[in-house]
T-cell receptor, first 113, second 112 residues
Framework: DGGITQSPKYLFRKEGQNVTLSCEQN?????MYWYRQDPGQGLRLIYY???????QKGDIAEGYSVSREKKESFPLTVTSAQKNPTAFYLC????????????FGDGTRLSIL | GENVEQHPSTLSVQEGDSAVIKCTYS??????FPWYKQELGKRPQLIID?????GEKKDQRIAVTLNKTAKHFSLHITETQPEDSAVYFC???????????FGQGTELSVKP
């Protein structure tokens, strides 16, 4: 969907470095989500936010942090505590917190240098 | 905890045949079940969804059936075409807010 923009498309992280993935939406959606996708696996929820200034941990939040200061933005920081960060990261949004349906951005592929 | 099991993990069919992918969910309170199609390196795209108050929904060559008693739902693709080749994910909305629990995915290959 053109309304959800993730950047950058590719990102490389050095050892001990924090990196931030951007997710912006112009759909006026209340809820936003971050998923991690590993090869041959389904999507696993990292964090989600149902409303501005509020967010909750998903199933694999360790080593990640988020903020939701603006409705349209939900950046994800991959910290140095995340020891296996190489994956495809997908941001999604939905019009309301019940999450029906969720629409995805094009993703960011993160690799270790 | 909440869980969605999806089978098979890979599926190969001849063009024109039907394909069926099945998912089972653990949370009996789940009431929304979307299906996504993901082509290689691209975003998942919603192709069809169903709510727990109906047993079947159809959109052209795609249909989804839901059995709440057995806690499973299936995706049916008829008259498959090579462009249907992709990874398909099922999901179920869990108890907590808008959280979706995804299945592990099915890689569908349609051979011309």
């Amino acid at each position: 969907d053109g309304g959800i923009t993730q950047s950058p498309k590719y990102l490389f992280r050095k050892e001990g470095q924090n990196v931030t993935l951007s997710c912006e939406q112009n759909l006026n959606h209340d809820a936003m989500y971050w998923y991690r996708q590993d090869p041959g696996q389904g999507l696993r929820l990292i964090y989600y936010s149902q409303i501005v200034n509020d967010f909750q941990k998903g199933d694999i939040a360790e080593g990640y942090s988020v903020s939701r200061e603006k409705k349209e933005s939900f950046p994800l920081t991959v910290t140095s505590a995340q020891k296996n960060p190489t994956a495809f990261y997908l941001c999604a949004s939905s019009i309301d917190p019940r999450g029906q349906p969720q629409h995805f951005g094009d993703g960011t592929r993160l690799s270790i240098l | 905890g909440e869980n969605v099991e999806q089978h098979p993990s890979t599926l190969s069919v001849q063009e024109g045949d039907s394909a069926v992918i099945k998912c089972t969910y653990s949370d009996s309170a789940s009431n929304y079940f979307p299906w996504y199609k993901q082509e290689l390196g691209k975003r998942p795209q919603l192709i069809i969804d169903i709510r727990s108050n109906v047993g079947e929904k159809k959109d052209q060559r795609i249909a989804v059936t839901l059995n709440k008693t057995a806690k499973h739902f299936s995706l049916h693709i008829t008259e498959t075409q090579p462009e249907d080749s992709a990874v398909y994910f099922c999901a179920a909305r869990g108890r907590r807010g808008g959280k979706l629990i995804f299945g592990q995915g099915t890689e569908l290959s349609v051979k011309p």
